[in-house]
């Protein structure tokens, strides 16, 4: 079983639609993180989360909001999805103790398409 | 404004010819530049850690490499499964966390 488990893998909505998109991880890190990965551009940070109780605005994080439901959970939500959300997600995880060595474990990806 | 920058964008060779990777940065107080790697449908994978100028780290076919402007990344005869999306990222200090900025990748074919 993949240590970051992102569902759904790929998914399909309207505009308007309230979406969830939900990240699991068995390896015991308190640090997690969903970006955003469009064609042509750089990954893009959504929010972070130190531990549950501390979530952070990343870069792009209008529209979007998050919940830290247990250490190994993080879920990412579109309350009212427009198409310029179309784009492919990660959840990715980072042990504390090293912070600076940018040494993240990303799932799969969610590819979400808003029509 | 911090950036970072790859290139060139996609770049094919044939087995065994060797090649470099760019990837060029500009952010003051640099605390490290990460190479990830990111086949089709798959989330990135961490390769390696560069913290300054002169660092050298290699895997197998790859040498990544840092200047006090750039890093490159090395390919030595490589093989048809190197191919991939190689991305660069460094960390930004935004509100008192590092987050880290990330170059928009550099698409490697390697034809057999």
């Known amino acids: 079983d993949a240590d970051v488990t992102q569902t759904p893998r790929n998914r399909i909505t309207k505009t308007g639609k309230r979406i969830m998109l939900e990240c699991s991880q068995t390896?015991?890190?308190?640090?997690m993180y969903w970006y955003r990965q469009d064609p042509g551009l750089g990954l893009r940070l959504i929010y972070y989360?130190?531990?549950?109780?501390?979530?952070n605005k990343g870069e792009i994080s209008d529209g979007y909001s998050v919940s830290r439901q247990a250490q190994a959970k993080f879920s990412l939500s579109l309350e009212s999805a427009i198409p310029n959300q179309t784009a492919l997600y990660f959840c990715a995880t980072s042990d504390a103790g090293t912070d600076d060595t940018g040494e993240l474990f990303f799932g799969e990806g969610s590819r979400l398409t808003v029509l | 404004e911090d950036q970072v920058t790859q290139s060139p964008e996609a770049l094919r060779l044939q087995e065994g010819e060797s090649s470099s990777l760019n990837c060029s940065y500009t952010v003051s107080g640099l605390r490290g530049l990460f190479w990830y790697r990111q086949d089709p449908g798959k989330g990135p994978e961490f390769l390696f850690t560069?913290?300054?100028?002169?660092e050298e780290k290699e895997k197998e076919r790859l040498k990544a490499t840092l200047t006090k402007k750039e890093s490159f990344l090395h390919i030595t005869a490589p093989k048809p499964e190197d191919s991939a999306t190689y991305l660069c990222?460094?960390?930004?200090?935004?509100?008192?966390?590092?987050?880290?900025?990330w170059g928009a990748g550099t698409k490697l074919i390697i034809k057999p």
């Open positions: 560069l913290y300054s100028a002169g």
């Open positions: 989360s130190f531990d549950v109780k501390d979530i």
């Open positions: 390896k015991g890190h308190d640090r």
């Open positions: 990222a460094v960390p930004q200090l935004v509100d008192s966390n590092y987050q880290l900025i």
